[in-house]
DNA sequence: AGGTGGAAGGCGAAGGTTCGCCAAAAGAAA
DNA sequence: TTTCTTTTGGCGAACCTTCGCCTTCCACCT
């Protein structure tokens, strides 16, 4: 790994390293004969550019940072990986750091990131959309582009429409002759619990049914909490047909509670989900879900981004929501399609 | 985003840059009045480190490039997610890019990373095991680990054993008393696939049963592969009482035929996978596997890297395989706990 | 008084590019 | 032949650091 310079490869070639540089990005005017000698020289030392030194001097990293939160997460990852697919497409390379549970360590790996000179950031860390400090950060840096809310704003948004995840759902129910719909939902904390349940309060309240709080439940997004929470509705409410579980992930300890129960699904109960990860579709029996396009969020964000960072775009809308739509599999009956 | 310098910095203390290099950099001596005037002069003005300039001097950029396959995949975002969190605990940042499914861009990112002068790579695209050029390129750079295969060697291997993975749950479904016991198997063209079958054959000699190809099925790695691979084997062989499927997510599909054929599990059927992803807990039944540390893989490989860059690992060893272990849950009967 | 040594801080170079500008040579027009 | 234009390629500066070395100043010792 002895690195070759651009002077290198010039006093091989018996020119100066300006009209290597020249030759090597098509620049300048040069003879077709030294040019031929220059990129046979080049090749011949496997000179391969330096991009710290170019950054240097055009001010510039074609670098963007990525902001994650648990990249295990299927859902994170498939922002993620649309948007390094995208980035990487508009030769841009893509800095990531996946955080902490909390988030505590977004202020440090923050500053990396600027010292590392990016040229943008996405934001994609649920976790951070109630903190202040990062969200001044975040405001006050390089273009940012955030897949949650940023506190304060000034910072576009890209993301899904999560009342409708949730109308969506709920009308699927209502339409099928549920009245008694009970939704497991996600943590009190996070927009997306709120968002999705006022999407089933209102595909409720069109339907004229009365929206009752007995029929909403905590299952903090995970399986067991799921698990738990179908537990206990069905104590509380045994009369419930129907369930909404506000992630697929949920979904899972729903399912598995109504087995244990003897349930049989979708016929003692039906449930839908959201969010279509791609084992919705081999659950027993395979789950009826919205689907939530989370790699084209992740493209679209990162597509926001560089446009801004080009300056092709300069007044970004605040929020960009990408349409969601209902998959029709077995949990809910009503056949595979319409 | 007006980028404050060290002279910028420098001239409002009113010292030389140099100094002020010292004072940020803790190296040199300084007085305390002027260190303190610097420090002000830096936090009044948002200086932020240039690493980029940092870099171009001290011919290190403390950035590993990762080369992975799709982040969406469960197994693939753990050892990303290992690999980062030891990466930034040990300062250094991470560069990665996803590849598409045959890995084809796999030498163009290559290029980007060498461009950008990454200290070392981290290679975690197995589709890549079989690919000579992007061998000969990994070696021939900067420090490299693998979590996979690198025709030609020379790189050195992280990963679990993956005999013994096949070996453990054959073994575990030997030991509940099975004979007859079928194998849904990956891809033909991965190492992994072999291993795994050969830990699964080695497992059926030691007890003397003897080996059976009919009882041998691709699977494709997906849930639908493993549908299908396990209608066929039912067809083949009616006289089957276990499964081995050779990852997790084909037992999915493996669960949801012998669902719809009827059949019970553990009761007519056992069912052991191996991966132990985080869903194999909730399938109905839970799924009994081997659990394999993708996140310590990923954590050991980045540490062995960065090891290998300070010169502080200088023979690494060839191959590093972490331990594997048998996780009892519903699917194969016999109890939760030996 | 002469000498020694350490603290404080400045200087210059280097690292590998890009970019605007200038000089020399070659060709065209007069 | 002279002059004007164009092509070709060199030059210097700038980007922001780090690092080794040097100077200055002051205190202390003999």
Redesign the interface.
């Known amino acids: 790994?002895t690195?070759v310079s651009l002077r290198d490869v010039a006093s091989r070639a018996g020119v100066s390293f300006q009209t290597v540089g020249k030759v090597l990005n098509g620049k300048g005017t040069v003879s077709t004969e030294t040019r031929e000698r220059i990129l046979e020289a080049a090749s011949e030392l496997g000179y391969?550019?330096?991009?710290?030194?170019r950054?240097?001097v055009t001010?510039s990293?074609s670098?963007i940072g990525i902001i994650a939160s648990?990249?295990?997460?299927?859902i994170l990852?498939?922002f993620?990986?649309g948007a390094?697919?995208e980035a990487?497409g508009r030769e841009h390379?893509?800095?990531?750091?996946?955080l902490n549970e909390k988030g505590s360590?977004a202020g440090r790996?923050l500053?990396?990131l600027?010292?590392?000179?990016v040229d943008g950031i996405l934001s994609a860390a649920p976790q951070l959309e109630n903190d202040v400090r990062i969200g001044e950060m975040l405001r006050g840096?390089?273009p940012t582009v955030s897949l949650h809310h940023v506190p304060g704003g000034g910072v576009p948004v890209v993301g899904s429409d999560h009342v409708r995840t949730g109308f969506l759902a709920t009308r699927h129910l209502l339409e099928l002759g549920h009245r008694r719909i009970a939704t497991v939902r996600g943590d009190e904390d996070r927009r997306v619990t709120f968002s999705r349940l006022k999407g089933y309060r209102r595909a409720l309240e069109e339907a004229g049914v009365a929206f009752d709080p007995d029929l909403v439940e905590a299952g903090g997004w995970e399986?067991e909490g799921g698990y738990g929470a179908t537990m206990r509705l069905l104590e509380r409410a045994p009369d419930i047909t129907a369930i909404f579980s506000q992630n697929d992930?949920m979904a899972?300890?729903v399912?598995?509670a109504l087995?244990d129960r003897g349930m049989s699904v979708p016929d003692d109960c039906a449930v839908v989900g959201c969010d279509d990860i791609p084992?919705a579709?081999?659950?027993?029996p395979p789950l009826t879900t919205v689907h939530v396009p989370f790699?084209d969020t992740g493209e679209t964000a990162a597509r926001l981004l560089i446009d801004m960072i080009d300056g092709r775009e300069k007044e970004p809308a605040p929020r960009t929501l990408l349409p969601v739509h209902l998959v029709r599999r077995v949990s809910c009956g009503g056949g595979p399609e319409k």
């Open positions: 790994m690195d391969v550019p330096n991009a710290l030194a950054s240097l001010q990293t670098t648990d990249l295990s997460d299927y990852a498939r993620v990986v390094e697919r990487r390379g893509v800095l990531i750091g996946s360590d790996y500053r990396v600027l010292e590392r000179r840096s390089v399986p992930t899972l300890g399912l598995s087995y084992l579709a081999h659950t027993i790699y």
